[in-house]
């Protein structure tokens, strides 16, 4: 059960990790500045595959025998996930506060990346 837990954190880490990237070229496709129609495929795609994704990774961090800094990650990835979305909402005012939801995003990108990492790391040193 553990070595199953450790490989699908590992795995839904990395693809939570190519979601944000899409989450980046989604968001400059819909730049009205660069030619684009719109946020839409931006704020769908957020919604419906990442937004509440972290939160799978926790359960999945306890049953893999994480490491307390694995978990303490997924736990601060989820929390910072589920207020992203409230940081764009002055994107339509065009106010400063706004500046968050970019900052906010690059965070998780890069926290993200460390969690696959980590979990790649836990894989490894179990099947070694």
Known sequence: MKG??????????????????????LAGLGLPQLGGEGMDAH?????????FTP???????????????LIV???ILTVV???QPIWAFPIQQGEFDAS???LGAA????????IARMATDLVRSTTA
């Open 4 to 25: 199953i837990a450790q490989k699908g954190l590992a795995a839904l880490a990395w693809l939570f990790v190519l979601g944000v990237l899409v989450q980046f070229f």
């Open 43 to 51: 704020k769908d795609f957020g919604y419906s595959a990442l937004h």
């Open 55 to 69: 939160t799978l990774l926790i359960p999945l961090a306890f049953f893999a025998k994480a490491s307390r800094a």
């Open 73 to 75: 990650l997924t736990f």
């Open 81 to 83: 996930s589920a207020i």
């Open 100 to 102: 968050f939801h970019v």
């Open 107 to 114: 965070v998780i990108l890069v926290m993200s990346y460390e």
